[in-house]
């Protein structure tokens, strides 16, 4: 029996896209639902990983697949790259909106001759469930409603600790919703052996050796939710006996970025009152926290005795949803961290003079929030709000209890209450 479909919060993006350009291009990681959140609304499709005919046909002549009813779906289009530009004559030619869905889990190496899109193209990230979307956060408190301005005053955590421990070892694919924890951590560590061994070898024209991108990923695990220097990473991929030099981990991390399985979070850089200078190295972060615990080899009970490790898990799954509800929202996830030791987990650019900062703590204690809370003041007193603009928000992430705003006007968000 087929799976029923699991709403997403790009399937609003995507009508709002095909309504105002020629094709969206809908990208993501394997498995994270892309084709089937493109065939909601397409009228007609064509599989180029699939389907071996028109995988030839558009080699010889890429403008031949394009014919049928609109919008038409044009999956793993980049097994063909030169379809890009072919799609991007028929949009002009058509001269209508809502024409082309091409969906992709890798980005091609550049190509001087394939056309940036700029005006016929509208790109759409489309990532794993986000507790939202998996129905697991009451949703009660909108990102979007509090870039907007809205007072955090009402929502709860429907997850215990215990629960947020399973969802991270579950992860977000829509294939696994249904499934216990186990299955879905056993399909999440055969995803990181397809990624390693197959399709690391569709990105660019370096040879890679599968057991080094392993090592690394395995590496880019254990530095979750960290700054760590490629050096280090490079490094630390040793600790399993394989040797592997920064460049070449260097390599590997952009074809893993290009595969959308590795998704590292950018520095924030505002123009700040006083003299710090910021830190633009970015935190590393696999798309889902799921494949980190396939990597560490590390389930639900292993993740209950070791909270540390879990805590930076619980982070990592913070910035998987935050990205999910900013990018409808049409911001941006960053962080910050500045060379006087001041960082902040998490900030929301939204935009012209529009923003926020959220610390994220997996203990609700008291103390850990009043920490947090004055963090996030002494940051938000050093950015220069000329130019910046006030936050629109500062709050503090958690795992469980209630959300609202303490006096000192930061807002305390259990991660399972938020939503887009």
């Known amino acids: 029996m087929p799976r029923a479909y699991i709403g997403r919060v790009a399937d609003a993006q995507l009508g709002e896209r095909l309504g105002r350009v020629g094709a969206v291009l809908v990208e993501g990681v394997k498995g994270c639902g892309k084709t089937e959140t493109a065939r909601r609304v397409a009228a007609s499709e064509v599989a180029l990983d699939l389907d071996l005919v028109s995988r030839q046909t558009a080699q010889i002549d890429p403008a031949r697949i394009l014919d049928g009813p609109a919008p038409r ?23 209508a909106d809502g024409q082309f869905i091409l969906t992709g889990s890798a980005t091609p190496s550049d190509d001087a001759a394939r056309h940036s899109g700029a005006g016929r193209f509208s790109r759409l990230r489309m990532r794993p469930l986000s507790l939202a979307e998996s129905g697991l956060s009451s949703a009660e408190v909108s990102l979007a409603g509090v870039l907007g301005g809205d007072p955090v005053e009402a929502g709860r955590s429907r997850l215990g600790l215990g629960e947020l421990i399973d969802e991270v070892c579950h992860g977000g694919w ?5 499934r216990p924890v186990a299955q879905a951590a056993r399909n999440a560590a055969d995803l990181v052996d397809e990624l390693a061994f197959g399709d690391i070898k569709t990105v660019g024209d370096i040879r890679r050796d599968p057991v080094r991108v392993r090592a690394l990923l395995r590496s880019l695990a254990r530095n979750t939710a960290t700054e760590a220097a490629t050096a280090t990473l490079a490094e630390d991929a040793a600790r399993g006996g394989v040797s592997l030099r920064p460049e070449t981990a260097a390599a590997y991390l952009d074809a893993l ?5 590795y998704e590292p979070l950018t520095a924030w850089s505002p123009v700040l009152r006083d003299k710090a200078r910021v830190r633009r190295r970015p935190k590393h972060h696999l798309v889902d926290p799921a494949l980190a615990c396939a990597l560490l ?13 879990f805590g930076l898990l619980f982070e990592s799954l913070a910035v998987r949803d935050l990205r999910v509800y900013a990018d409808a929202a049409y911001a941006r996830v960053k962080h910050y961290r500045d060379n006087t030791g001041l960082e902040v987990d998490l900030v929301i650019d939204a935009g012209y003079r529009r923003w926020a900062a959220f610390e994220v703590k997996l203990a609700g204690s008291k103390p850990a929030t009043d920490q947090a809370a004055k963090n996030l003041l002494r940051f938000a007193a050093k950015v220069d709000t000329q130019s910046a603009g006030a936050p629109v928000c500062l709050g503090v992430i958690t795992a469980q209890g209630q959300a609202y705003t303490r006096p000192d006007g930061v807002a305390l968000i259990p991660l399972a209450a938020l939503g887009p």
Do not use: F, H
């Open 297 to 309: 080899n590390a389930g639900p009970a292993e993740l209950g005795r070791d909270l540390k490790t």
């Open 257 to 261: 970025e290009r595969l959308m399985v």
């Open 73 to 95: 779906l044009i999956d793993e289009w980049q097994v063909v790259p030169e379809v890009w530009n072919a799609v991007r004559r028929a949009v002009d030619s058509r001269a």
């Open 174 to 178: 829509p294939r696994d919703r249904s």
